[in-house]
């Protein structure tokens, strides 16, 4: 089984989010996932939330450094903002 992440340092925010959560599975991820954007970042969670973040997720781990090159990454319709 491949792990799945999502990692909000990604993404450009006012708070400088840091925050990289990895899961087994798919649905586990979502639940922490949307937890992380309700409680810190303030967002509703609603059917458009989880879909734009399950399309944010990646296989594998998050890396421990981004590259220097803008960490700003786009993903189609998907907006991610803090």
């Not at 990604?10 to 991820?29: G, K, Q, R, W, Y």
């Not at 967002?43 to 981004?66: A, C, I, S, V, Y």
């Not at 960490?71 to 998907?78: D, K, L, R, Y």
């Amino acid at each position: 089984m491949t792990r799945k992440f999502i990692d909000c340092r990604e993404f450009p925010s006012d708070t400088h989010c840091s925050v990289a959560i990895s899961a087994d599975s798919e649905e586990e991820l979502l639940g922490i996932a949307v937890e992380h954007a309700v409680s810190v970042h303030h967002h509703d969670d609603t059917p458009e939330l989880r879909q734009q973040l399950r399309q944010l997720f990646k296989d594998g781990m998050p890396p421990e450094h981004l590259p220097m090159s803008g960490q700003a990454v786009s993903s189609g319709s998907a907006t991610h903002t803090h």
